[in-house]
């Protein structure tokens, strides 16, 4: 079975830290694996996309890494800032399926003054 | 560039009712998919559509159904609807296929069964 899983399911640190969320998931034939983060009763905004060929893509302060042999993806944020506080959710674009994203539980982070 | 809308916002019905939610995607995106979200599932695919045709179809009862339009704008019906179907439901649009493709988010819609 095709599944997505985060690691913490939350995290509260102080601003200016630097930290990291884990996502695994079970088989390795993937096409891609998207970050994105959710604000609370809001839709999904996308921070990432790596691609099955990838091994990381970087965007300001985010970082994310690909091993897909070993079914991981790890988001590094830089310097968190409070606005950061958001549900990160990782998802992956299993092959054989169109547009089919399998999501994580996310992980909830806070990031206090 | 307008991102994803989906409309409407906000939904109250009652037990046994139907809905119709509506999604817009982004200009020149061709591939249109339905997700919902609960708190005791996450986030869990229902459809996904490309040229007015389904491709992909998630594990759900037939009480919930889409369709996709010439213009890529889609619609999700669910009839009969029961108290477990609150939930948010987003859409996503995507290019072609999204082996590649980023996939863009709407801000969902919120369905509340009474």
């Known amino acids: 079975k095709q599944e997505v899983t985060q690691i913490p399911a939350a995290l509260s640190v102080p601003e200016g830290e630097n930290l990291v969320l884990n996502c695994s998931f079970t088989d390795s034939a993937i096409y891609n694996l998207q970050w994105f983060r959710q604000d609370p009763g809001k839709g999904l905004t996308s921070l990432l996309l790596i691609q099955s060929s990838q091994r990381e893509q970087t965007s300001g302060r985010l970082n994310a890494s690909l091993d897909k042999s070993s079914g991981r993806s790890t988001l590094y944020i830089a310097a968190s800032q409070p606005g950061d506080s958001a549900t990160y959710l990782c998802a992956v674009h299993f092959s054989g399926g169109y547009n089919k994203l399998i999501f994580g539980a996310g992980t909830r982070l806070a990031v206090h003054p | ?114």
């Open chain 2, 1 to 114: 560039k307008a991102g994803v809308t989906q409309t409407p916002r906000y939904l109250i019905k009652t037990r046994g009712q139907q809905v119709t939610l509506s999604c817009s995607p982004i200009s020149g995106h061709r591939s249109v998919s339905w997700y919902q979200q609960t708190p005791g599932q996450g986030l869990q695919f229902l459809f996904e559509y490309f040229s007015e045709t389904q491709r992909n179809k998630g594990n759900f009862p037939g009480r919930f159904s889409g369709r996709q339009f010439s213009n890529s704008r889609s619609e999700m019906n669910v009839s009969t609807l029961e108290l477990g179907d609150s939930a948010l439901y987003l859409c996503a649009s995507s290019y072609l296929s999204g082996r590649t493709d980023t996939q863009y988010f709407g801000p969902g819609t919120r369905l509340t069964v009474l």
